[in-house]
Every structure is written in structure tokens, then in C-alpha cells.
T-cell receptor, first 112, second 113 residues
């Protein structure tokens, strides 16, 4: 089976930097996704990592270490609109297709 | 932009009813997915489909079935609704496998009374 862990809640200050960690155990690993979900809305895609290292996309960066089963999402210059849940999801293969297994999400609160 | 449309935003049904949740995507995606999202449990995969008339069980298929007669439409069916199926249901689609992200609809909040 798949096991994904991420913190339940985090709080950070506007303008600061926050790192949201995700650890996973899986078989047939095929990459890791991060999604953002505002309350009452659909999840939206943020990033995808399949190779070790850091992927930067504006204020958001995502890191992956396959050997450690570890990823993080880094948010810089936090804004109030970044208050949302952040979902870590592992893509894994089985029976000729791929599935996403999601972590339970990290609810980030950005305070003034 | 990809558009995934779910037929209802809110739905209230009674125990024992047969319930249909509809999902349509407009980007010719091969893969479509149904999830439910519950507080403290996150998103869990119910069923998915990688082609017309094909379906695969996800992690929690019990009490559900699906139908995919056309590429753009994927239906979730609750054969005999029960109160423990009260949840937020999310449909998603993706172009392919690997690095292709899933695009989600706005969700249907289903209450079973």
C-alpha cells in the first residue's frame, strides 16, 4: 500500500517563507504532485517532481529526494491569498495504469 | 483551460435511493477519476477509467459503480445510498499518465438523510 504523511496544520506570517514537508512510502513510484485547495474549491495543480532536486516556479518551489521518500513545498513572500490546504500526492503504477494517492493535506494559515 | 464540470454543486438524497453524479470534461482527456473528500481523511480514489467502457477500482469502491459510455462523460452511481456516503465528491480528468496533472471539477456536496 501507499503511505503519505504531511503536517495537519501550519501557521506563517505574511511576507515570510514556509516549508511544507511530505514523506511517503510507495511501490511503483512515478512522481510526486503538489496541489493547492482553497476552502470550498477544487484542488489546483502546483508542481510535479519525478527527478531528485528542486523545481522553482515563481514564489513556489518543490523539492524531491527519491532515496529518502521525501518532498517539500516552499512558499516564499507569503501572501494572505496563500491561506489554503496543500495536498501532496504520489503517482504510482499498478496493473498497467497509474493512480494518485493523496496525503491528508496541510492547512496553511497566513497571518498579518 | 481544461474544464471539468460536475452536474450538481449540492445534492440531498434519502437512504436507499439510487444516486447518479455526472461529470463532463471538454479537453478530450483519456483518464477520468472519482474521489471523495472527508475531513481528516483527505482525498480517496473510488474508481477511475482510462478509456471508454473501461473502469478500474480505486481504494474504496464498495457501494459505488461507474459508467463511461462516452469519452467526455464519467458517471458515479451510488446503488443504494447510505448515510456514510455523505461526503464531498470530486471528479478529475487527465490527458495521460506520468507527469500529466489531474484537473478537478468544483465538487458535489452530497448529503444522504
Amino acid at each position: 500500500g501507499q503511505n503519505i504523511d504531511q503536517p495537519t496544520e501550519m501557521t506563517a506570517t505574511e511576507g515570510a517563507i514556509v516549508q511544507i514537508n511530505c514523506t511517503y512510502q510507495t511501490s511503483g513510484f512515478n512522481g510526486l504532485f503538489w496541489y493547492q485547495q482553497h476552502a470550498g474549491e477544487a484542488p489546483t495543480f502546483l508542481s510535479y517532481n519525478v527527478l531528485d532536486g528542486l523545481e522553482e516556479k515563481g514564489r513556489f518551489s518543490s523539492f524531491l529526494s527519491r532515496s529518502k521518500g521525501y518532498s517539500y513545498l516552499l512558499l516564499k513572500e507569503l501572501q494572505m491569498k496563500d491561506s489554503a490546504s496543500y495536498l501532496c500526492a504520489v503517482s504510482h503504477s499498478g496493473a498497467g495504469s497509474y493512480q494518485l494517492t493523496f496525503g491528508k493535506g496541510t492547512k496553511l494559515s497566513v497571518i498579518p | 483551460d481544461v474544464k471539468v464540470t460536475q452536474s450538481s454543486r449540492y445534492l440531498v438524497k434519502r437512504t436507499g435511493e439510487k444516486v447518479f453524479l455526472e461529470c463532463v470534461q471538454d479537453m478530450d482527456h483519456e483518464n477520468m477519476f472519482w474521489y471523495r473528500q472527508d475531513p481528516g481523511l483527505g482525498l480517496r480514489l473510488i474508481y477511475f477509467s482510462y478509456d471508454v467502457k473501461m473502469k478500474e477500482k480505486g481504494d474504496i469502491p464498495e457501494g459505488y459503480s461507474v459508467s463511461r459510455e462516452k469519452k467526455e462523460r464519467f458517471s458515479l452511481i451510488l446503488e443504494s445510498a447510505s448515510t456514510n456516503q455523505t461526503s464531498m465528491y470530486l471528479c478529475a480528468s487527465s490527458l495521460g499518465w506520468g507527469n500529466q496533472p489531474q484537473h478537478f471539477g468544483d465538487g458535489t456536496r452530497l448529503s444522504i438523510l
